[in-house]
């Protein structure tokens, strides 16, 4: 049975979570005793049906266990670099790394998981609950949302460079908690949304010009959703997000 004293190699760190190398695992401890039982289930069974697509770029679910009272998540560690650490190191091969982005993003989008949660009743709860916008900003919103098709396409929900691991076994995708079934225009903005809001503009434009090329995509069908994303993201109410995603808010824009 692992123990606190047994995770020593900390590999990465987010408000809720830390993230250890432990041999051949990789191990996520939620850092609050109390964290609900339902989430950490629902990330290891979304998790699952991933798993279930037969798609082979993620790393294996081992297991969910308790480290001294703390809900952990274990799954296969893949030893690499995230594409984020190779873009900053080689900054010539920007255009290499974002097509190799969008080819991964393009095989996830190819796949269906009909028990995944549906994408448009995330975005739809997500919008519901902002108090930050007018109810007449959010009928424009949820009305627009309401006019896409539902689609099944199996959506990543952050697909961004940090979560891409390049190592001597291959190319892994990680950090499934978001995934959703729905349509592949809306995953691909919310990885450009994702590029802007790291103030990256450039690579979100270069990327959504490759992305569009490789999978014959309408960019405008992709801007569309982009109000809808950007609104979602509020939800975390994170301060340094907030001006940029309220400037895309205004439907009339897309």
């Given at each position: ?23 051949d695992k990789c ?86 998981s009909p028990k ?112 809808i994303i950007a ?24």
């Open positions: 049975m692992m123990e606190s004293k047994d995770l020593k190699k900390l590999i990465s760190e987010s408000s809720k979570v830390q993230v250890y190398e432990l041999g191990v996520k401890i939620f850092k609050e005793p109390d964290e609900p039982k339902s989430v950490v289930f629902y990330e290891a069974l979304t998790y699952s049906r991933v798993e279930e697509t037969g798609y082979a770029k993620i790393p294996e679910l081992i297991e969910t266990s308790k480290i001294d009272g703390k809900w952990a998540i274990v799954c296969a560690f893949k030893k690499g670099k995230t594409l984020e650490a190779l873009m900053r190191e080689n900054p010539d091969k920007r255009d290499e790394y974002l097509s190799l982005m969008a080819d991964l993003q393009a095989e996830i989008n190819a796949l269906r995944l949660s549906r994408q448009k009743d995330y975005l739809k709860r997500s919008i519901e609950g902002l108090d930050m916008i007018d109810d007449v900003k959010k009928y424009e919103l949820l009305s627009k949302l309401s006019a896409f098709q539902e689609q099944t396409n199996l959506c990543h929900g952050e697909f961004m460079p940090e979560n891409i691991i390049v190592g001597d076994e291959g190319t892994f995708v990680v950090d499934w908690l978001k995934a959703k079934q729905g349509d592949a225009l809306a995953d691909a903005a919310r990885t450009y949304v994702g590029f802007c809001l790291k103030h990256k503009t450039e690579s979100a434009e270069r990327y959504l010009k490759i992305y569009c090329e490789k999978v014959g995509a309408d960019r405008k069908s992709i801007q569309e959703w982009i109000p609104a979602a993201q509020l939800k975390f109410k994170r301060p340094e997000e907030r001006e940029l995603l309220l400037t895309w808010l205004d439907v009339a824009d897309y």
